[in-house]
């Protein structure tokens, strides 16, 4: 294979283009020359955009496909340029660096996309045959979510790396969210309110669905996605008047304040991207990207110089697939990522 994808003036289609660009980014880092070719043949058309996503992700699928083993003594070579690309669906990242966007859809896969024996992807656990009692904790580990029946008709979802206790009682319906984040589905029961508590916040609600996140710096993010839900400050009773959250609004309770925003239904829809193993970004820094990326990986990305927390980085991208992000932010971006025993160090890419 090339070391180099030129984009081709009157040659191939530009889907094969498209193809032998996918196959170059997945087989290492571009040069500075290679990633101005790939931005100036993605500003030729609109639809080299579109066709660079469409054909990284049937990469990134086939490198999770099962195959029969080969039998003993055959050869099937495959040629990438000969890969049967079909329309599918998947992951795909868009980089904003300043003023400029460009597209690297999946960017890279788990290695070349024929190491068809690849990992597959990260499923929940399977659910338990029966409900939570009504006094008990429940635990995840980093890159897991689980989903929960309570023991009287609600659920909860819980997200990775997160720990719940269950304290029902006659009078009330009281979850304790140590760490981590829930998604819970409120049964209806007006005579005994639901409660979570994250910190020092409280969330009541008779019957709804919301999320709850409890953030590493202190803070607690509550969305709702149905029905009403109260936030007080404090585990027990306050004079002071409870905030009301509706369908579509979304709280960040700090220790002195509480923030309140109203967002739109894909905003809403991204919130819950973890259930289906990706998370979305949509225009944020890289400080609060790797933030979250940081909830599903063992080994934590780690900025090492602050001109870069204002990069910004819209997109998707498995929770399963940490390096993958990894990876990009040095295709994408050409940062330099320096893999530690303690952790990714990221930094301005030095001149080699």
Not at 148 to 169: C, E, I, K, W
Not at 173 to 188: Q, T
Not at 300 to 322: C, N, Q, Y
Not at 328 to 348: C, D, M, P
């Amino acid at each position: 294979m090339s070391t180099n994808v030129i984009p081709l003036r009157g040659g191939p289609a530009s889907a094969l283009q498209a193809q032998e660009w996918v196959v170059r980014i997945d087989s290492g880092r571009l040069t500075a020359q290679e990633r101005q070719d790939l931005q100036a043949w993605l500003a030729q058309d609109p639809a080299h955009k579109k066709l660079l996503d469409t054909h990284a992700l049937l990469w990134c699928e086939a490198s999770r496909a099962s195959f029969p083993p080969i039998a003993s003594g055959a050869s099937h070579p495959v040629q990438a340029g000969g890969l049967p690309f079909t329309a599918g669906m998947g992951p795909s990242l868009t980089w904003l660096h300043g003023p400029k966007s460009w597209t690297l859809a999946g960017l890279v896969a788990l290695g070349l996309a024929f190491v068809i024996w690849g990992t597959p992807m990260r499923r929940p656990a399977e659910r338990p045959a029966a409900a939570l009692a009504m006094n008990t904790s429940m635990t995840t580990d980093i890159g897991q979510h689980l989903e929960l029946p309570l023991a009287d008709g609600s659920r909860v979802h819980l997200n990775t790396a997160s720990t719940l206790q269950v304290a029902y009682s006659k009078e009330r319906r009281r979850v304790v969210l140590d760490k981590g984040e829930g998604l819970f589905n409120v049964a209806k029961d007006a005579q005994r309110p639901f409660e979570v508590v994250a910190g020092s916040t409280t969330v009541r609600a008779v019957g709804t669905k919301f999320s709850v996140l409890r953030l590493p710096d202190g803070r607690t993010d509550v969305t709702v996605f149905e029905g009403v839900v109260e936030i007080v400050k404090g585990q027990t009773a306050s004079t002071d008047q409870p905030l009301r959250l509706g369908a579509g609004q979304t709280v960040t309770a700090q220790a002195d304040r509480m923030v309140l925003r109203e967002l739109a239904k894909p905003a809403l829809v991204n919130k819950l991207a973890w259930q289906e193993d990706r998370i979305v970004f949509d225009s944020v820094s890289l400080e609060e990207a790797i933030s979250q990326v940081n909830r599903y990986s063992r080994v934590p990305l780690r900025i090492t110089e602050p001109g870069l927390m204002d990069l910004h980085v819209s997109g998707a991208f498995s929770t399963s697939d940490v390096p993958v992000f990894v990876r990009s932010l040095e295709q994408g971006f050409g940062l330099h990522v320096e893999r530690t025993a303690e952790a990714y160090l990221i930094s301005k890419s030095s001149a080699r």
